[in-house]
């Protein structure tokens, strides 16, 4: 069976409570659900033998500037089995700008999560190792966030110290 | 050297390294127990790696590899900037195998614009995808070898390398940083002349890595410095997120070039190499016979390659030849709108991944209908394989972490992006 066709009947039969938007878009099928779901709707997606989506490939965030539910977290997932890629989103506001993390499924979204948390300022909870990844502790922006300029901000990554 | 102070090391660094199992601090390290500051400046980290080691004695207790040294914000800067603008910026990424990130970028655009190049050009495209693996794979073997002591063997493969390179110089005139793909196709056509130095290549190519290859196998030195060191197995280097070579040298068959097919790898015949003792010797034997099968594929390509356009005739998302634009109006029309605004690809996002060197090399564009794309995430092989450094080299000695980070061939440039 096609899992275009497979992967939504599994998890309207899993969640039937859930409520999620599929579109397939240039033969890229994703599916959008809520934040609070994120960690269970992803362990089940590894964890059934028909799917059996093991890989996680990648976690990143996009910021919509404007929008009410400002970032949309992106999982990337394949399925080794069947040789299909699949995306999960997840919305999450900046008033409550955090979601659970996915590390107690995958332990490879340690990193996905900590460059997520470095670029766009998104708190992942229950994450064993929440540092930045390729900023400066010290550094107070998050750099892919549309409001920050592409130029930095001066003064903001300060020159060593002289002795 | 210096001695560490905590000054210098983020107390976040030095929770995360010690864990709460331990009451050693950095300005006083018990008798046994030490934490060495591997890099960034270090000649075996393979660029500006850092990494934290937690030592007893010599054995390594934890590790925190530290990246972003050479964070560039390329993300930041592909939102800033045409699909067209960024093809050069992809070369900075894995700058040894500048034209497998170039095919990567173009082909996640063509995705996300719904276009295809025509068949010459995805012909090219292989060509110089797979002669990019054997230039990568080669520096990776010859560091690998020098890393442990072997100097001979880089010299041999770099010298082998610089054939590539000279065949870049003839079809796009640049040797490193090349720029040859446009989307909708490639720069200029394939000369016969960088045909026939491919095919010459390919030719001898077996045969000298063969005589490379001599100086190591059987070199005991070589052999014991990596059989067994860094194992992981194929179930653990999937959770760890591992691809490319580093994933196959522990038993998984994963290759986007079969997995998931692009270009015109799905008539092609070649073998997904895989070893299953998952140590670094196992990484190095992939990686040399991956090269063979690269070799394997180019002879392919230049024997299929049809003839035909190598660029889109689609003026609306290609741009279009300069003749073209000197003598006809709507050319020139388009011409003026793409570089001024972009190649506007509809509302949506795409994610499109390439099988590059180190490992899946995937970009996830999200459009908005501008000429920019609003979001670039730039999924990077080398970043994700060194996650499972720590897991690697717990255990093993400081002298393996340098043959242990040499097996997995991280690349900062695309690591830190």
Known sequence: ?163 | MPKLTKDEVHPKIIEALLGTDSDISVDDALENEMVLNMGPQHPATHGVLRVLLRLDGETVVASIPELGYLHRGYEKMAENMSYYEFIPHTDRLDYLSPMANNVAWVLAVEKLAGIEAPPRAQYIRMMIAELARIASHLVAIGSLAMDVGALTVFLWTLREREKILDIWDILCGARFTNSYTRIGGVANDAQPEALAKAKWFIDQFDENLDECERLINTNRIFIERLEGAGVISGNDAIEMGMTGPSLRGSGVAYDLRRNSPYLCYNDMDFNVVTYSEGDSLARYFVRADEARESAKIVRQVLDKMPQGEVLLNQPKKVLPHKTEIYTKMEELIYDFMIVNFGINPPEGDIYHAIEGSKGELGFYLVSKGEGHPWRCKIRSPSMVNLQSLPHLIKGRMVSDVVAIIGSIDPIMGEADK
């Open chain 1, 1 to 163: 069976m096609n899992l275009k066709e497979l992967v939504p009947q599994k998890l309207q039969e899993k969640f039937p409570k859930l409520s999620f938007e599929f579109v397939d878009y240039r033969g890229d099928l994703s599916v959008k659900l809520e934040k609070e779901h994120i960690v269970e709707v992803c362990r089940f997606l590894k964890e059934e033998p028909e799917l059996e989506f093991r890989l996680c490939v990648d976690v990143t965030a996009i910021d919509w500037a404007k929008r009410k539910n400002r970032f949309t977290v992106v999982y990337h997932m394949f399925s080794l089995k069947h040789n299909f890629r699949l995306r999960l989103k997840a919305d999450v506001d900046e008033s409550e700008c955090c979601i659970d993390s996915v590390t107690s499924v995958w332990k490879t979204a340690d990193w996905h999560e900590r460059e997520t948390y470095d670029m766009f300022g998104i708190t992942f909870n229950n994450h064993p190792d929440l540092r930045r990844m390729y900023m400066p502790e010290e550094f107070e922006y998050y750099p892919l966030r549309k409001d920050f300029p592409l130029m930095g901000i001066p003064g903001s990554l300060p020159l060593p110290k002289k002795d």
